[in-house]
């Protein structure tokens, strides 16, 4: 069987038996098919071996991909390897003894408290869509879930009176995240006095945040919405979703909060992806530490 039925089939794979979502296989997928259009002569599970993918990696280091982007093209291709094993489409994996040389994991992006402050401040809420965008930002930043799950939440996730909403993360992982009063208080709001004004007869829907033809609110949308209004604020530039859930998680662990309960918020798999925030907080007070502290660019031995 050809490479290419081969990479159908791991596809389903991942989705049945893994778990993982749609466009997580999508994008696994994805990398695999660029290494065998990079690689010319492979339509066969045994022209795959490690010179072709060293060769593979080496192409993607000269266009000056991240080393997080050729890891992530590794990964993919050793799963992909690794499926071709169980199936006994090949005896040994290629991949086994390739690693991409480690660098140390750039620090995720935060806004200070008073650049959220300001981000809210400058929404104008006394008109209907103003009370939507504060609510939509008010939950990112209280839950720190992913800009998917937002899109996502149905009226019915919503447990507004017990202070928590319901969302599926990666791989359709149901989890059940708090919301603090200020995004109680703005969601209670938006349903009260904004939602109605978005639904439409012919476009009924169950989904909390509408878009103005009372259809889901679209990532796109959201992340268009967060970039008005930061820029707006005169917030750094690049600010989008995920730089909310940064932030909420760093604020949180630079607060004390259990980094396991951190992790169970934002839906990591694993711990490990959670303990960066510990090194961002880590590094927030060195800044603080070299920007105030009266010896700090005196040399030794100074007086």
Known sequence: MSLKRYIEDYVNHLVLERGMSRNTAAAYSGDIRSFLNSCSGLDEPGDISEHTVQSHLAKLQKRGLSHRTIARNLAAIRSFCRFLVLENAIVDDPTEDLSVRYRPPRLPKVLSLEVIDRIFQIIDTSSVKGIRDRAVLETLYATGIRVSELTNIRLGDVHAEHGFIRCF???NK??????GGSAISWIRRYL???RTAYTSENAVSDYLFLNRFGRRLSRVSVWNMIRHYARRAGAPPHVSPHVLRHSFATHLVSRGADLRAVQEMLGHSSITTTEIYTHVSRERLKS??????????RNPGTP
């Open 288 to 297: 603080i530490v070299k920007q105030h502290h009266p010896r700090t660019d």
């Open 174 to 179: 149901e989890r059940l995240v708090p919301l």
């Open 169 to 171: 993360g990666k791989g």
């Open 192 to 194: 009260d006095r904004s």
